[in-house]
């Protein structure tokens, strides 16, 4: 597959959403909780506690819906100032309780109306970024679909960095990129290859941790191994002592295009 095809299988409506991953990891476990406390709840961003296997894991779902109604209602996945204000809200209860957090990214960008923009959009995005790289407790993100700049990185400052491997990641569409550089939007695929955003190209890199192959809904031996996986991971990390554990993380960053 070319750069821009794993673009176009990010973007699909067959893809399975954060709540697909939600409720085929945690079941009836999961609690969903809703608000900032400050303006709103946004359902563009879906968060709450579940028990994977015998651990108790505050989640977090970029979610797009399923149909057009869910997508509408979603606002297609593009968070407002107050969706990631409720994550941050998730995710410094979770440092209380030192609950490891699950991120799960699928968003084409952070909502950019006028109504974001005058609550605080770019400041929101900010403080989660360096709230997170300070949180005493270990961070998973997984990207399932989409990963579109600052909207996906609000939730990605984490310990590991998994992608599907039909997801992508990057500061700017394929699209806009094209539209920027050469004022021609058609020259999309183009720009796709030229941004180094499929999971192939991001491991290579050394900003990704992982690869993982694409579930389908149903396949619940997959989900088992992904929920084994990632229990193994929290395991380990919930081992490491904290003031390490924020150190690894931000030496993680530090290091990302260091010749």
Known sequence: MSAYDKVLAARSTKKLTSMDYINSLFGDTFIELHGDRNYSDDKAVVGGVGMLNEIPVTVIGLEKGRNTFERMERNFGAAHPEGYRKALRLMKQAEKFHRPILCFVDTSGAYCG???EERGQGHAIATNMME????KTPILS???GEG???GAIALAVADE???MENAVYSVISPEGCASILWKDSSKA???AECLKMTSNDLFELGVIE?????PTAGDQKMFESLKLLICRTFEKNLAVPVDELTRQ???RFRKIGAQ
Request: aromatic share 12%; hydrophobic share 60%; proline share 0%.
């Open 114 to 116: 006028i109504g974001a």
């Open 132 to 135: 997170m790289m300070a949180l």
């Open 142 to 144: 997984v990207f399932i």
């Open 148 to 150: 579109g700049s600052g």
């Open 161 to 163: 960095v998994w992608m």
């Open 189 to 191: 695929a183009e720009a």
């Open 210 to 214: 992982r690869i993982l192959r694409e």
């Open 249 to 251: 993380r931000y030496n």
